[in-house]
Every structure is written in structure tokens, then in C-alpha cells.
């Protein structure tokens, strides 16, 4: 059983920082692809970032490129991405996801494990 478990999100001004946290237990993800999604009200799920666990690539929406980092720590199974610059339109319910297989795509219907979603909420 795959376990997805987000934390850090929470309230911030814009231009300020907020560190998302995710950790995955229940099987190792060494050949997988991990990545972040984001919903916002009456919006569709986006892609926010996404990399490759073993290799480290990492891939980023055009939206937060220079401003988010998708980071992963491998010894404790832990997915980060470290957002900086924040801006009121990236208020969103932040989701961790995992797919099988070591192909990226910007796609939620082709990850198989979600978390359970944090909210981040930027004020102007």
C-alpha cells in the first residue's frame, strides 16, 4: 500500500516563501517519477514539477520556473519543493503524486498515487 503524506502548506504574503513536504512510504519509488499538482477552485489540476527519482532531472511548469524547486531526498523517502516568490495565483490545494514507470509527463490521470492535498493560500 503506497502512502503519500503532504505537509507545510499554510497562509503567506506574496513575495514570501512556503516549503512543501511529502513523504512516501510503502514502497520505494527508485525508478519512478514523483511530482506536484495543484487545484484551485473551479479549476482543473495542474502540473506544478516533477523528477525523476533515481536521476534527479527535474521538470518544472512554465508558471514557476525560477521560482519553485523540486528537490527529493532518497534516504528518507521525502519529496520537497521549495516555492519562493509566491503570488496570489498560486493559491491552490498543493497534491503529491507518483507514477510507475520512469516517463515524465504534466498528466494527473497518469499518476497512480496522489496524497491528500495541502492547502497554500498567498494574500496580496
Known amino acids: 500500500q503506497v502512502q503519500l503524506v503532504e505537509s507545510g502548506g499554510g497562509l503567506v504574503q506574496a513575495g514570501g516563501s512556503l516549503r512543501l513536504s511529502c513523504v512516501a512510504s510503502g514502497r520505494t519509488f527508485f525508478d519512478n517519477v514523483m511530482g506536484w499538482f495543484r487545484q484551485a477552485p473551479g479549476k482543473e489540476r495542474e502540473f506544478v514539477a516533477a523528477?525523476?527519482?533515481?536521476?534527479?532531472?527535474?521538470y518544472y511548469a512554465d508558471s514557476v520556473k525560477g521560482r519553485f524547486t523540486i528537490s527529493r531526498d532518497n534516504a528518507k523517502n521525502t519529496l520537497a519543493l521549495q516555492m519562493n516568490s509566491l503570488k496570489p495565483e498560486d493559491t491552490a490545494v498543493y497534491y503529491c503524486?507518483?507514477?510507475?514507470?520512469?516517463?515524465?509527463?504534466?498528466?494527473?490521470?497518469?499518476?497512480?498515487?496522489w496524497g491528500q492535498g495541502t492547502q497554500v493560500t498567498v494574500s496580496s
Open positions: 503524486a507518483a507514477r510507475r514507470g520512469s516517463g515524465v509527463t504534466p498528466r494527473s490521470s497518469d499518476y497512480q498515487y
Open positions: 523528477i525523476r527519482w533515481s536521476a534527479g532531472t527535474t
